[in-house]
């Protein structure tokens, strides 16, 4: 079905004459009742014919100026619209044709729902394609090709049908179109590759945090005093400030005590030396 549906829209490559000599181009819905109609192919391509199917049974005869071959193949498009998808075809004579030519010519009937070969119908030239349609035989005339439809009746209680002459479709079919076939088409849908938009990478820059030495912070060295005893000074009798006081803390360091441990020496030889004086003259006296 859906390569029924690509091949109908291909655009119209072929145009029906009313003579074989070149007379007047005859459009798509336009062939007049019991009108000849002549085609001529072109060689090396696909060939599409698109016709009414009142087209079709105003056709007394369907002449081929050239055969189709294989790589000269004919498509024709039969839009049965006009009648609601129901056709009754009254097939015409096909000019110029045998069952040698009837694998190259394909009858593509999209949008009919139900076909019927009339009775009086001459021989079907071709394949007939029809995957939507309930299809009916009961013509005087031979089916050469295949049938492919939702089903097929071979003649009636009231009708018979002739033969069907197996003559299978062996032809590559191309088309142009200005119409998007659908996904399942011969005709492949070019591929948009969508461009990737890479965002851009902000490279933010690492802040290298300046290391901060931090100043070793030496307490000096506190200046250790003279350890020269003062001569015969005494010192102030004034009390240092005690740790509980304002600004008194007191030293941290030992270093700082020498100079009274010098001051107590001083005054312990100088009172044993009064002591001894003293007890020196009270013998003396």
Not at 44 to 59: A, F, P
Not at 128 to 143: L, Q
Not at 185 to 207: K, L, Q, R, S, Y
Not at 229 to 252: C, F, N, Q, R, W
Request: net charge negative; aromatic share 6%.
């Amino acid at each position: 079905r859906g390569y029924s549906e690509d091949l109908a829209v291909c655009a119209n490559t072929v145009t029906m004459l009313d003579s074989r000599d070149g007379g007047s181009p005859v459009a798509k819905g336009e062939v007049q009742p019991g009108q000849q109609i002549f085609v001529t192919l072109t060689e090396g391509q696909t060939n599409v014919l698109n016709v009414t199917g009142e087209d079709l049974n105003n056709i007394s005869d369907l002449t081929f100026v050239n055969k189709p071959s294989a790589d000269t193949p004919i498509l024709i498009n039969v839009d049965t619209s006009g009648t609601g998808g129901v056709f009754n075809w009254d097939v015409a004579n096909q000019a110029g044709l045998g069952g040698e030519d009837a694998p190259y010519i394909l009858w593509n009937f999209n949008d009919t729902v139900e076909l019927t070969l009339t009775p009086g119908g001459s021989t079907v030239e071709g394949s007939i394609f029809a995957p939507d349609a309930y299809f009916t035989d009961i013509s005087e005339g031979n089916i050469e090709g295949q049938i492919v439809a939702a089903d097929a009746v071979l003649g009636t209680t009231e009708y018979d049908s002739l033969e069907l002459h197996y003559y299978p479709f062996a032809a590559e079919l191309t088309c142009e179109t200005d119409v998007d076939p659908s996904p399942t088409g011969t005709t492949e849908v070019p591929t948009t590759d969508a461009p990737t938009t890479d965002a851009p990478t902000t490279d933010i820059p690492t802040t290298d945090a300046p290391t901060t030495d931090t100043p070793t912070s030496e307490a000096p060295s506190p200046e250790v005093p003279s350890s020269e005893v003062p001569s015969s000074e005494v010192p102030s009798s004034e009390t240092p400030a005690s740790p509980d006081k304002p600004g008194g803390m007191l030293p941290t360091t030992g270093t700082s005590l020498l100079p009274l441990g010098a001051v107590a020496a001083l005054l312990f030889v100088s009172g044993t030396a009064a002591l001894v004086l003293t007890k020196r003259r009270r013998r003396v006296q």
